[in-house]
């Protein structure tokens, strides 16, 4: 499935921030109608923010295609899960290349246990410059649990 931003979201991003709605096309492998994608970008962060919500189980991609190459400094990713023991694993590469070719920077874990963790946030400090895609790969659960992906935000700068 591939998903079209048009619009703006009603809040402005923070300073320093690449507007991602207004630059970029969104492309995800599935949402659900009341958590769309559109929730990564929205400005609702921090634990009870807003956020998005695969439709199917299993692994998930979401692609940034930028309108024009892009450098990117930070990128920083929130999840939040209240419901499910589970180990969520994301992995950030760029493509500079209009998305023919990735190079993997970043691979995470967040560990969720509904009594006592169920946030997390990461920054990561990167120079990337002529960043024409970013992509996000998702595997729900490394435990193999039939759940499914789910991201708060995700902000570049």
């Not at 591939?2 to 300073?15: D, V």
């Not at 995800?28 to 998005?52: C, K, L, N």
Request: aromatic share 8%; proline share 4%.
């Amino acid at each position: 499935m591939r998903k079209y931003i048009l619009h703006r979201c009603n809040e402005s991003p923070q300073e320093g921030e690449i507007p991602v709605d207004s630059i970029a096309t969104v492309f995800v492998s599935s949402e659900t109608m009341d958590h769309p994608i559109d929730y990564a970008f929205d400005q609702q962060r921090g634990p009870g923010g807003t956020r998005w919500l695969a439709q199917n189980g299993g692994e998930q991609t979401v692609i940034l295609a930028f309108d024009t190459p892009q450098t990117i400094h930070q990128v920083a990713i929130e999840v939040e899960e209240r419901d499910v023991h589970r180990t969520q694993e994301i992995q950030l590469s760029v493509s500079a290349d209009g998305g023919k070719k990735y190079r993997e920077l970043r691979r995470q874990e967040f560990n969720f246990s509904p009594e006592s963790t169920t946030f997390e946030r990461e920054e990561w400090t990167i120079t990337e410059a002529g960043v024409t895609h970013v992509r996000l790969w998702i595997k729900p659960d490394k435990g193999g649990k039939d759940c499914r992906a789910t991201l708060t935000s995700l902000t570049l700068r």
